[in-house]
């Protein structure tokens, strides 16, 4: 669970989301999160179908919100948004 407050940014609209999502964005992550959480216990790494749609949805804006933060990160300039 993401809890940085340096992995968060206020919008156009005054929301705070994610670096990189929306505000559309930043619910549907934290809302898969909790599903991925509650969905325990989870098949073994390796197991052929292993990964659920959920798990999919959940690593593409993970990795479009690292994708956007990571210019942030390696500036060193750990500034808050």
Same mark, same amino acid.
């Given at each position: ?18 670096i990189? @999502?929306?505000?559309?964005?930043? $619910?549907?992550?934290?809302?898969? $999160?909790?599903?991925i959480? !509650? !969905?325990?216990?989870?098949?073994q ?13 959940? @690593?593409?804006?993970? $990795?479009?919100h $690292? ?8 500036a060193?300039?750990?500034t808050?948004?």
């Amino acid at each position: 669970m993401i809890k940085d407050d340096d992995a968060f940014q206020i919008d156009a609209k005054g929301n705070r989301v994610l670096i990189g @999502l929306s505000a559309e964005e930043t $619910e549907e992550f934290f809302r898969l $999160e909790e599903i991925i959480a !509650s !969905s325990c216990p989870r098949p073994q790494i390796g197991e052929v179908d292993w990964v659920m749609p959920e798990d999919e949805r959940w @690593l593409e804006l993970y $990795e479009k919100h $690292e994708s956007a933060r990571r210019p942030f990160m390696n500036a060193g300039n750990k500034t808050r948004h």
